[in-house]
């Protein structure tokens, strides 16, 4: 039996044999968490979880900790992928003092809140479309108190979250680094993403591709995109495995 822990919820494999059920409520205590769930399918554009409650409380709405950080979520309304934990935590050590960040698929704050948290950006500009997750953005935020205790002296909040559609609003804003954590159809973004990257700027592709092809496809995509502009590839790895023979890869890319 497989699960994953999330705050005080514990969430179990949707396979899980029914010889299984007659335990939940010892799995309560012994996972001190307050609810047992199981997400039945991930719905839509917004990619919206249908979850169905199987023991202990109704709630869906919990707080997880994570590399010291806190995350406010309710797993009917948006998704934590605990496979990523790790990538999180790397481009918080990445980002440099002073950078201009865009998170351009921010979530719940998946990224912009442990960077903003663990180093020192003088901005980091958080697209969110699904207003679902804008909402935890923004709780986020101030859970974390990020806005209140960095850069106290600047006059400004450092994480400034958007609603709205990153295609239209990237072009807006010019930065030293972009992420692009989101998997699906990512690639069709690259032309804001780097249109909007300061000379010498650092983008992170996130795709979902065969094993076999991630160190062409991802690279050929930016390059073609880049057009004219020098790529220097300093990174291609895995994240995690997505499907039978498909990896969730990230190209780092410098682009001049």
């Not at 295609?167 to 909007?196: C, Q, W």
Request: a positive charge; hydrophobic letters at 35%.
């Amino acid at each position: 039996m497989k699960w994953k822990k999330i705050g005080k919820i514990l969430i179990i494999d949707d396979n899980l044999e029914l010889e299984y059920y007659n335990n939940l409520n010892d799995l309560l205590k012994e996972h001190n968490v307050d609810t047992i769930a199981k997400i039945k399918s991930i719905n839509g554009k917004m990619r919206k979880p249908s979850v169905e409650i199987l023991a202990g409380s109704k709630s869906t709405e919990t707080i997880h900790k994570e590399n010291g950080c806190l995350f406010k979520l309710d797993i009917s309304k948006v998704m934590w992928s605990k496979g990523n934990t790790n990538e999180r935590m790397r481009i918080s050590n990445l980002v440099e003092d002073d950078e201009i960040v865009l998170d351009m698929f921010a979530g719940i704050g998946y990224f912009s809140i442990p960077l903003a948290f663990h180093s020192n950006p003088r901005k980091v500009y958080s697209i969110e479309i699904n207003p679902e997750s804008y909402y935890y953005l923004n709780e986020n935020i101030s859970l974390n108190k990020i806005n209140k205790k960095s850069h106290q002296n600047l006059g400004y909040d450092v994480i400034k979250p958007i609603l709205g559609d990153s295609a239209e609003i990237t072009p807006n804003i010019s930065a030293d680094r972009i992420l692009m954590g989101y998997v699906k159809t990512t690639h069709n973004f690259l032309s804001p993403a780097i249109n909007s990257l300061n000379s010498g700027g650092i983008i992170h592709y996130h795709e979902t591709v065969p094993e076999k092809l991630m160190n062409t496809r991802p690279i050929k995509r930016i390059k073609l995109i880049a057009k004219n502009r020098e790529v220097e590839i300093i990174g291609n790895r895995i994240i995690k495995k997505y499907s039978p023979g498909v990896v969730h890869c990230v190209v780092d890319a410098r682009i001049y």
